[in-house]
């Protein structure tokens, strides 16, 4: 049984790796930089549940009575890195409709994302193959590393959305002085 979850894990997991010629397109409902700031939006949502379930599952690699909870964590992870892998690709496919600012924003993430999905990765497996003795193994560790990149993309996409906001701010106010000029 742990043979076969921990293939289907690694195997769900994999979607970072899938090139992004394969990557889906949203359908066209609004102009593309409306589509990806919803995404980011999106993506920067998930990041949060990651940082959540990571800082979790770190506190909690030292105690031997949490161990039946961590699948549940684990599972949040996965889907997250999951959806964040699918959501990058399609973005990084469109990145030439993108403004600047989105661009920066999935050229920062997507590393960051990459190296998430590795831990994570190696996270279940470990918990996969030595779930009673997590605390002798790389878990405490990896989970820290989830922890710490999933913070670090939460605040990098923070800052891009707060900034393109300002910016949006400062254009309506423009408009507005030179409207009442």
């Known amino acids: 049984m742990r043979t076969i979850y921990s293939a289907a894990v690694s195997a769900a997991l994999i979607v970072f790796s899938v090139s992004v010629g394969q990557a889906a397109s949203k359908p066209n409902n609004s102009s593309p930089?409306?589509?990806?700031?919803?995404?980011?939006?999106?993506?920067?949502?998930?990041s949060a549940s990651m940082v959540r379930a990571a800082d979790w599952l770190a506190v909690t690699a030292w105690d031997p009575r949490?161990?039946?909870?961590?699948l549940e964590r684990l599972d949040i992870l996965k889907d997250d890195v999951n959806k964040i892998g699918r959501e990058l690709r399609v973005l990084e496919a469109e990145q030439a409709s993108l403004t600047a600012w989105e661009s920066?924003?999935?050229d920062?993430?997507?590393?960051l994302m990459q190296v998430t999905s590795a831990y994570t990765s190696g996270a279940i497996?470990?918990?996969?193959?030595?779930r009673d003795h997590l605390w002798?193994?790389?878990?405490?560790?990896?989970?820290?590393?989830?922890f710490e990149d999933a913070v670090r993309v939460k605040e990098l996409l923070d800052?891009?959305?707060?900034?393109?906001?300002?910016?949006e701010q400062e254009q309506r106010l423009e408009s507005e002085v030179d409207a009442s000029r």
């Not at 497996?125 to 030595?130: G, M, N, W």
């Open 33 to 46: 930089a409306i589509q990806a700031r919803d995404m980011l939006e999106q993506i920067d949502s998930w």
């Open 66 to 70: 949490f161990t039946a909870s961590r």
């Open 108 to 111: 920062e993430v997507l590393p």
């Open 136 to 146: 002798t193994t790389s878990f405490p560790d990896d989970t820290a590393k989830i």
């Open 125 to 130: 497996q470990t918990y996969s193959s030595d």
């Open 159 to 167: 800052g891009h959305l707060k900034l393109a906001a300002v910016h």
């Open 104 to 106: 920066k924003a999935v």
